[in-house]
């Protein structure tokens, strides 16, 4: 399953480029999205063990300004009665390259909860990331994240991409990974406003 996700997600961000490629500049006048809420399946494996854990995800992102934007998310994967959680509230700053990409960081709160720890961790999260829309269809990201969970510091990353089905409504995937050796396989739906 997990060859088999990676090599779907692999692919449509590879499709996806070469389509943005070939798009027509004048396409792509839209900016990133920073205004949506999403839902979708989340599948992680950790590569010591090779447990899959399935579940979901659901995000938000709502700009204040130009400039600010606001963002939190809940994910929850179980595999045989073991659960682990995590939420985050962030709050991040948006740079325009131009007006197809933007350049984003930012700072915020993550709670993780596991059922293999005593209790619930409440710690911090850095992010900065790329966001590229090289046409009207496809939006394009990569993040980079720095975490303390259970009082270890993780580093992660997450590639992804959306396909617009209409200005409102895109179809997205992406794929992550950590400095612990968790692979995870993200299939979703976003509303953006």
């Known amino acids: 399953m997990k060859k088999f996700a990676v090599s779907l997600v692999s692919s449509a961000l590879l499709s996806s480029v070469v389509f943005a490629a070939n798009a ?5 006048s839209v900016a990133p999205s920073f205004n949506y809420l999403s839902a979708g399946y989340s599948e992680m494996e950790h590569s010591s063990s090779d447990a899959t854990f399935s579940g979901m995800r659901a995000q938000f992102s709502r700009s204040i300004t130009d400039v600010v934007f606001v963002r939190g998310g809940y994910e ?46 409440l710690d911090h999260l850095y992010f900065t990331g790329v966001a590229v829309r ?17 009082r270890e510091h993780q580093t992660r990353a997450e590639i992804g991409a959306r396909y617009f089905v209409s200005p409102k409504f895109s179809v997205d995937a992406s794929y992550g990974f950590t400095n612990s050796n968790t692979d995870a396989v993200r299939l979703g739906v976003s509303f953006h406003f």
């Open 24 to 28: 027509n500049a004048e396409e792509a």
């Open 76 to 121: 929850s994967v179980s595999r045989d009665g073991a659960t682990y959680e995590e939420s985050e509230f962030s709050l991040g700053a948006r740079f325009a390259v131009d007006e197809r990409s933007s350049v984003y960081a930012g700072a915020g709160f993550l709670n993780a909860y596991s059922t293999d720890a005593a209790g619930s961790n």
């Open 134 to 150: 090289p046409s009207e269809d496809v939006e394009l990201r990569v993040e980079l994240q720095r975490a303390r969970v259970y």
